[in-house]
């Protein structure tokens, strides 16, 4: 692009944020003015407000902050009447004007937001701003310590309880520029295996216990019509080629539980795809394809496909898998499936991917304040209300008394869904969900009464089956600006040079006869360096105390 492009680019995208995105000052907001840090002295703007260190109203002449936040696809706005966050407002004075952007095309619209460094006053969930973005972007963000070491009790509370949530939003230079969030509710296991029990009781088998076991029953499944339809038409292992690699190879010790194509060994991050136990993983899953176990169609198939086959109308077609629940795929063939304990590898041990702390549970980059945001101490008081256990149920699953039921004794339920949707997709409609700041302590976590038959309640009991064999995953760790340039072609090469060994090895064979060569590439691709920083990282990570 030339420099007069650059520009031209530069002047559309100031244009475009100053009059959409943007926290702009007038009409009673608090908006752009700069980057000066106010987290060390109560703003001019705020005292002119009188504004309150504590309790409530945070300031007494309403203000409106502009609260930026992304949604899955064409979910919208519908949470913002949840009534949480509408008693709020009254009582903080505290008013809100949400910018909700949908994930389908919030890369281009971060893009033009970024190139502009016009941000709103706050941002919310990990989905808007990545650690890369806030790092690579520092200047339009606020250094947030003294921020909640002096208006933020609760939320400094959190992380006195749960050090984790510091340990994850500490940047490189030891601040913090985001704030984390812990779900409520969360299973410490992620995906599990699940199989059609009633194809077991009719062949009269037993539930699979190890790699053996497991391969005998899948045979079964594939030449004695559990399905009784009269057709050969049964899939022994149905899935995608991710669940292939990263599911099946759980017996291996192969746990990336994050996707990030690392586990810990010994205490030290390696890359699993380079490992002798994956070599052996990959060798069995050879053995299971080549004796037409795996469906031929795990490397071509889209989620559509895969979810045709999961769903067949004329009879349920699928013997073994890995998901969240039972539940989640089958449809009306649901109640076939139960879900087992992880199945044991050629040690004799077990092994599941997730997380001690809660799969998915606490997670950084929950929450931005703009340096551009004249009142931050107040933006700062308004974020810290949504940091205690009831303020966290009502914003992961919707407001007490329309989602959620507070018992007399002291605990809390959630109701059923309207009739014709899912709990879900009601959470969805109702809560800021998995996005946006929660923190809910062991204490709180005791008062929460799930039904064991669906949803995330069903997903805390059947995690029982594997939680004790869950692994400590390799984190999502933080990196300096040096570090994510050179991240992203590493992990690129190198990950798809692997992931073209893995189907052709598990499709056609020859992992042992490849090996040597395929580790040599590996290191001629930078290898090593790719796992020096994940170590550096990762031990900045240990270090935050």
């Not at 053995?287 to 109308?313: C, H, N, V």
């Not at 009831?390 to 959630?414: C, H, M, P, R």
Request: proline residues 5%.
């Amino acid at each position: 692009m030339s420099t007069r492009s650059k520009w031209i680019s530069l002047i559309l995208a100031g244009a475009i944020c100053a009059t959409s995105l943007a926290g702009c000052s007038g009409g009673g907001a608090a908006g752009s003015s700069g980057s000066k840090d106010a987290s060390n002295s109560t703003s001019s703007t705020a005292s002119q407000r009188n504004f309150h260190n504590e309790g409530m109203p945070i300031v007494d002449q309403p203000l409106t902050l502009k609260v930026l936040t992304t949604r899955w696809g064409s979910m919208g706005d519908s949470f913002t009447k949840n009534q949480w966050l509408v008693d709020l407002e009254k009582n903080s004075n505290v008013k809100i004007e949400w910018q909700v952007q949908s994930l389908n095309d919030w890369s281009e619209q971060k893009s033009i937001m970024l190139a502009s460094g016009q941000l709103p006053d706050v941002i919310f969930g990990d989905q808007t701003f990545s650690s890369e973005d806030i790092v690579n972007n520092l200047d339009f963000f606020l250094q947030l310590d003294d921020l909640i070491d002096q208006y933020m009790p609760n939320y400094k509370k959190a992380i006195e309880e749960l050090p984790k949530l510091k340990q994850v939003s500490t940047f490189p230079d030891g601040k913090m520029y985001s704030m984390a969030k812990n779900l409520p509710a969360r299973p410490t296991i992620r995906n599990q295996p699940i199989i059609n029990k009633t194809w077991l009781d009719k062949l009269g088998l037993k539930v699979p216990t190890t790699i053996d076991e497991l391969e005998t029953v899948l045979k079964a499944f594939k030449d004695k019509d559990p399905n009784g339809n009269g057709k050969k038409d049964e899939i022994p292992i149905a899935g995608a080629v991710k669940g292939v690699e990263t599911d099946l190879l759980n017996p291996f010790g192969i746990t990336d539980a994050y996707d990030n194509g690392f586990i810990l060994q010994d205490g030290k991050p390696v890359y699993y795809r380079a490992t002798e136990a994956y070599k052996e993983g990959v060798k069995w899953l050879n053995k299971l394809y080549s004796e037409g176990l795996i469906d031929k169609e795990s490397f071509t198939q889209d989620s559509t496909m895969l979810s045709a086959k999961q769903q067949d109308a004329n009879a349920a077609r699928v013997g073994f898998t890995y998901q969240w629940t039972p539940d989640a795929v089958f449809g009306k063939w649901s109640n076939q499936y139960m879900a087992i304990e992880p199945i044991s590898g050629p040690d004799g041990k077990r092994y599941a991917g997730g997380d001690p702390d809660g799969y998915s549970s606490i997670m950084r980059n929950e929450v931005e304040i703009a340096k551009s945001c004249k009142t931050p101490e107040i933006a700062a008081r308004w974020v810290d209300q949504f940091y205690t256990g009831e303020a966290s149920i009502q914003n992961f699953w919707g407001a007490i008394g329309t989602v959620i039921q507070k018992n007399s004794d002291g605990t809390y339920e959630l109701k059923n869904p309207p009739q014709g949707t899912s709990a879900d997709a009601w959470y969805w409609d109702q809560s800021l969900r998995d996005f946006g700041p929660k923190y809910v302590s062991k204490d709180f976590q005791s008062k929460l009464k799930l039904s064991s038959n669906s949803g995330d309640g069903l997903k805390l009991e059947i995690a029982k089956l594997g939680e004790q064999y869950v692994t400590q995953p390799f984190p999502d760790v933080m990196h300096t600006s040096e570090e994510y340039s050179e991240l992203p072609n590493l992990k690129t090469d190198i990950d798809k040079y692997a992931a073209k060994m893995f189907a052709q090895w598990v499709t056609k064979g020859g992992v042992d006869n490849d090996w040597n060569a395929y580790i040599q590439k590996l290191n001629d691709m930078g290898l090593q360096k790719y796992e020096q920083i994940q170590t550096d990282a990762y031990n900045r990570y240990l270090s935050v105390k």
